[in-house]
């Protein structure tokens, strides 16, 4: 890793320009479009379930997509939570502070400071990312906690412990616990708790409360003001930067990066995916004003070879502290091979490799929690005959790389495109990216109040496709039949396929649609 700056240095300000200029010459084969992914959209309609908890530490194993609660009496309970967190600030309606949390998490205690955590942020990749670190965390025995957002069908995704949603009784139980103090501090501030900030709060206390022995924690959106930017997290990851939610971040990657490495804090280690050089420029300079150390993909980490395999891909990634061969990743795209090399080097700094040990982890143990990694709702098959995969792209960068995954890892002789995208999202370049690949696409929507109107989004596919290789299903259920009819039509050998895409929310709703729990 790139080593802090002395203390008897006599221009901090030297050491944020070697590193800027060892930022421009990234050897090429390292670098990589990324997964797009994790909009922040509002409560979706199909949420909700649980799972039990797992009573031993290691990988995460099986579909991590709970069901609705079998026992009538907790689904109406869990409703009830989720019925009074809807009617809250959803999370795209914001305040910019952390004022609110911090008045809470003040008086249950500040429970975010009972354990160490690895703090994530970045415009795609961060619930791979995040999933990732959690599965090598927990093949080395560690309790861990996981807050990522947004959820792909079931609200209780969004925490989980020890690789596992939380059940959906413990779900109930931290919100009722908490519910007095949210009170408390509604009643005290100008704008109420947003439902984000009190998922928020529920994740930290239900850490404290397992213990865990580390959470891994991503941000809702941005990094400075976010809800989840309370913890001082001693390493800090941040994903690829893009284009998204310019409203609200800024409208260029360097703007952007300004607010996300917001969660960079003092004598913090930093590991940076490939950056756009305007935003890795920020991201070091803020590393150096609080003598942050760094470790760049492409300079201290990276992935040194990749060959597509049956279920995934083949990688040899290149760590902190060595070569790491032979690592099986059952999920498809060159973007999640490099969301994995980021999460073993956040995982070897937690852990102090490339500053205090110069030595690589155990390989059997990394290989075996790779291989256990499951990210629902991204390059996720979920039938055959025709072969349906559903991804969560939901942004140009996301798109292109989804468009290069899906090409890389299937090779359909004809691929009809389901999209069902958020009114506020670049749809134009969204479809462009995709352009190449979709021999027709049907425009639909999700049942969010953010979803784009179909009509109107066949306007714009139109514009890309040509009218004759665009189709309009208003509903979804009818959108996945006609795409899955158009695909049989080339017959049951041909190879079409079709992908379902544009938003976590069409894609968790599909899911359902199609069967997944």
């Given at each position: 890793?790139?080593?802090?700056?002395?203390?008897?240095?006599?221009?901090?300000?030297?050491?944020?320009?070697?590193?800027?200029?060892?930022?421009?010459?990234?050897?090429?084969?390292?670098?990589?479009?990324?997964?797009?992914?994790?909009?922040?959209?509002?409560?979706?309609?199909?949420?909700?379930?649980?799972?039990?908890?797992?009573?031993?530490?290691?990988?995460?194993?099986?579909d991590q997509v709970p069901a609705r609660p079998a026992d009538p009496e907790v689904d109406r309970a869990l409703r009830a939570v989720e019925e009074e967190l809807a009617g809250r600030w959803g999370e795209t309606q914001l305040d910019p502070s952390v004022q609110r949390i911090v008045a809470l998490l003040d008086i249950l205690g500040t429970p975010q400071r009972a354990y160490p955590s690895i703090h994530i942020t970045g415009t795609?990749?961060?619930?791979?990312?995040?999933?990732?670190?959690?599965a090598l965390l927990c093949a080395f025995e560690l309790r861990t906690g996981r807050y990522t957002s947004p959820h792909v069908q079931s609200i209780t995704e969004r925490i989980s412990l020890d690789g596992s949603p939380i059940p959906a009784e413990r779900f109930i139980e931290t919100y009722r616990d908490i519910a007095p103090y949210v009170e408390m501090v509604d009643a005290q501030q100008e704008?109420?708790?947003?439902?984000?900030?009190?998922?928020?709060?529920?994740?930290?206390?239900?850490?404290a409360d397992a213990p865990v022995d580390v959470a891994v924690v991503e941000v809702g959106m941005g990094g400075t003001w976010d809800a989840t930017n309370?913890?001082?997290?001693?390493?800090?990851?941040?994903?690829?930067?893009?284009?998204?939610?310019?409203?609200?971040?800024?409208?260029?990657p360097e703007q952007i990066a300004g607010e996300k490495s917001g969660i960079i804090k003092k004598d913090a280690t930093v590991v940076l995916a490939q950056q756009p050089v305007d935003a890795a420029s920020v991201m070091l300079k803020r590393a150096?004003?609080?003598?942050?150390?760094?470790?760049?993909?492409?300079?201290?980490?990276?992935?040194?070879?990749?060959?597509v395999a049956v279920g995934g891909q083949m990688l040899t990634l290149r760590g902190l502290g060595g070569e790491y061969p032979e690592v099986f990743l059952p999920l498809y795209g060159a973007h999640q091979a490099h969301n994995a090399a980021v999460a073993l080097a956040a995982v070897e700094a937690f852990f102090g490799v490339g500053s205090e040990h110069a030595r690589t982890l155990d390989i059997d143990t990394i290989r075996s929690a790779f291989a256990a990694v499951s990210s629902p709702g991204r390059m996720e098959v979920v039938r055959r005959s025709p072969t349906v995969v559903l991804d969560a792209a939901h942004n140009p960068a996301g798109a292109q790389a989804a468009a290069e995954a899906v090409t890389e890892a299937f090779g359909f002789s004809r691929l009809v495109g389901v999209v069902g995208a958020s009114a506020d999202k670049d749809v134009r370049g969204f479809l462009e990216a995709f352009e190449p690949i979709f021999a027709e696409v049907v425009v639909t929507r999700n049942s969010s109040q953010r979803a784009m109107?179909?009509?109107?989004?066949?306007?714009?596919?139109?514009?890309?496709?040509?009218?004759?290789?665009?189709?309009?299903e208003p509903r979804l259920d009818d959108a996945l039949e006609a795409a899955i009819t158009l695909a049989e039509e080339e017959g049951e050998f041909s190879g079409a396929g079709v992908l379902v895409t544009g938003s976590v929310i069409t894609v968790g709703e599909a899911r359902l649609l199609l069967g997944r729990n």
């Open positions: 890793m790139s080593e802090r700056p002395q203390n008897d240095d006599p221009d901090p300000t030297d050491a944020f320009d070697d590193m800027v200029e060892a930022e421009t010459q990234l050897p090429q084969a390292l670098s990589s479009d990324r997964a797009g992914e994790t909009p922040t959209p509002d409560l979706a309609v199909i949420e909700a379930g649980s799972r039990t908890l797992r009573a031993q530490a290691g990988p995460p194993q099986g795609n990749g961060k619930t791979s990312t995040a999933r990732m670190i959690e704008h109420r708790l947003s439902f984000f900030e009190v998922l928020t709060a529920m994740a930290y206390a239900a850490f309370v913890i001082d997290a001693g390493v800090a990851v941040i994903t690829p930067i893009a284009l998204d939610h310019t409203d609200r971040l800024g409208e260029t150096v004003e609080v003598d942050a150390t760094v470790a760049r993909e492409g300079m201290e980490f990276g992935v040194l070879s990749r060959e109107d179909p009509d109107e989004l066949a306007a714009v596919a139109v514009e890309v496709f040509g009218a004759e290789r665009v189709q309009v």
